[in-house]
């Protein structure tokens, strides 16, 4: 039997407490979950990438769990890794109808790859990334809702 592979994409710029939550309860239920960190030329992101990258293997520690970058069509790439999952957080219905429209649509590209939606736990579905982002740029503390093992220490 194949080994179920889950591809978890996104821009954990930077990586919250929820994302964590995510990859923690999704490594537990697939052979091997990949992270991919998906490199978008026309975003502005916060964090360098390699930093990013860093971070977010400190926090998969499950021992089947792989960090990656990409580019392109995310069901494109989780093709060509041959995942035949693609793991995504819900925080709300908001949430739900987006990734939805997505998920009809990466189904038609791709009729293999199945999309695997966690519903986020309570205590986490107020955190986006967005936000910490914010949080930071005005001199916030992000502590809160970042993995403890990320340390952040701006003004950037």
């Keep these: 039997m194949?080994?179920?592979?889950?591809?978890?994409?996104?821009?954990?710029?930077?990586?919250?407490r929820?994302?964590?939550?995510?990859?923690?309860?999704?490594?537990k239920l697939f052979d091997k979950l990949i992270i991919g960190i998906g490199i978008n030329s026309e975003k502005k992101n916060l964090f360098p990438i390699e930093q990013r990258k860093q971070w977010l293997e400190k926090i998969a520690t499950n021992g089947n769990t792989e960090v990656v970058f990409y580019q392109g069509l995310t069901i494109q790439f989780a093709k060509k890794i041959n995942?035949?999952?693609?793991?995504?957080?819900?925080?709300?219905a908001a949430d739900f109808d987006f990734e939805k429209n997505i998920a009809q649509m990466n189904k038609k590209m791709e009729t293999g790859i199945e999309t695997v939606f966690f519903l986020t736990e309570p205590q986490f579905s107020a955190i986006t990334s967005s936000i910490v982002r914010e949080i930071i740029r005005l001199g916030g503390d992000p502590s809160p809702f970042v993995p403890e093992e990320i340390k952040i220490s701006l003004p950037l």
């Design 18 to 27: 929820g994302h964590q939550n995510i990859i923690n309860r999704a490594a």
């Design 2 to 16: 194949a080994d179920k592979i889950a591809f978890f994409p996104g821009s954990f710029d930077p990586v919250t």
């Design 83 to 92: 995942a035949s999952y693609l793991v995504r957080g819900l925080r709300t």
